[in-house]
Structures are given as structure tokens and as C-alpha cells.
């Protein structure tokens, strides 16, 4: 599954302090061992690898002070 790289915000005891992007691509695998009965148990993996791009944090001394606490 590809997806859009989603806006996150970031924050901290409640302040927004920065934002990023993130895009999950997923590869599932799926087998059905009685495909088409009402009951269709079935085995599953997958794997995801989380990219994340466009990374704005605030800076300063105002983050400093906070990161401080």
C-alpha cells in the first residue's frame, strides 16, 4: 500500500512546536486457506519502512528553555 506523505504536528505539553511529513508504504501478504467459505481463516505479514521528510521544529532559545525543564 502507497500512500500521500501525511502532515503530523509535534508538541509538547500541549504547545505546538514543529511540524513533518511521514509516508508509511506497507507490503501485507495475505493466504486464505478456504477462500470463498463463510469462515476463511488465513495467515498474514507484512512489512513497513516510515519515511519522514519536511521536518520544521522551532529553534532557539525558546526551545532550549523548554527542552531545559
Avoid: C
Wanted: glycine content about 8%.
Amino acid at each position: 500500500m502507497l500512500i500521500y506523505p501525511q502532515t503530523q504536528k509535534a508538541s509538547l505539553d500541549g504547545t505546538e512546536i514543529g511540524t513533518f511529513k511521514h509516508r508509511p508504504p506497507t507490503l501485507i501478504v495475505q493466504y486464505h486457506s478456504t477462500p470463498g467459505k463463510t469462515i476463511s481463516p488465513y495467515v498474514g505479514a507484512g512489512i513497513n519502512y516510515t519515511q519522514i521528510s519536511s521536518v520544521k521544529l522551532l529553534t532557539g532559545a525558546w526551545l532550549w528553555r523548554v527542552e531545559a525543564m
